[in-house]
Structure formats: structure tokens, C-alpha cells
């Protein structure tokens, strides 16, 4: 399985990017949860978004909610991430997971429960 994010960029506060995580060789996609999460420097990692496999159900972390939105494309193998009305504080690499167990939305929020990670891809949102 792979994941590979991309969409990541320089933006100012107030601004908008568009983060996408496109999936190979991973023949359960349309039948897993998928996640973002994030990891700004010298702070743990954060959950941000989950989606379920339909596409009908949506978590996000407090911090993101309202600004944040995840979607998915199943026949596309791709999930996104469309984040409106960045703030400084939203700098980190965000990463893309998906889990390994099918139609298992248990504790989306836990990075212990996905089994698959993309390489990351910077978001910096300058003041």
C-alpha cells in the first residue's frame, strides 16, 4: 500500500489549501476509514479528520472544526483534505492513514489504529 499526499504549501492567514492523498495498492480503500493527522514542531501528534468508508460520516479534531473539511473519491482512491481560514497555528506535515481492518470506525482519533502513512506533506501558514 501506498499514500501519497500532496497539495501542501506556503500560505498567508485567512487562506485556503487543498490537500490530497492518493492510494495504490490498497484494494480495501473503499471499505476502510481514512484519517489526517498532523505534527507541528516539538508537539505530538494530532489527530485532524476522519472519514468513513461511505463517505457519510466525518470526525474532525476541535481545533479544526468548522475551518477543516474531509471528503473522499472512492473510484479515484483518494481522500482530501479542504482546509479554509488557516491560521498560524495550523503549520505542521500532515499525513494521510488508513486503517488496515475494514469497516472499523473505532476510535478514528488514535494514530495507534491506522495501519497505513503517507510521507507527509508541509502546510506553513504565515502571519
Known amino acids: 500500500v501506498q499514500l501519497v499526499e500532496s497539495g501542501g504549501g506556503l500560505v498567508q492567514a485567512g487562506g485556503s489549501l487543498k490537500l490530497s492523498c492518493a492510494a495504490s495498492?490498497?484494494?480495501?480503500?473503499?471499505?476502510?476509514?481514512m484519517g489526517w493527522f498532523r505534527r507541528a514542531p516539538g508537539k505530538e501528534r494530532e489527530f485532524v479528520a476522519a472519514i468513513s468508508w461511505t463517505g457519510h460520516t466525518t470526525f474532525y479534531g476541535d481545533s479544526v472544526k468548522g475551518r477543516f473539511s474531509i471528503s473522499r473519491d472512492n473510484a479515484k482512491a483518494t481522500v482530501y483534505l479542504q482546509m479554509d481560514s488557516l491560521k498560524p497555528e495550523d503549520t505542521a506535515v500532515y499525513y494521510c492513514?488508513?486503517?488496515?481492518?475494514?469497516?472499523?470506525?473505532?476510535?478514528?482519533?488514535?494514530?495507534?489504529?491506522?495501519?497505513?502513512w503517507g510521507q507527509g506533506t508541509q502546510v506553513t501558514v504565515s502571519s
Open positions: 492513514a488508513g486503517r488496515g481492518y475494514q469497516h472499523d470506525i473505532s476510535r478514528y482519533e488514535w494514530a495507534d489504529k491506522y495501519t497505513y
Open positions: 495498492g490498497y484494494v480495501t480503500f473503499s471499505n476502510s476509514v
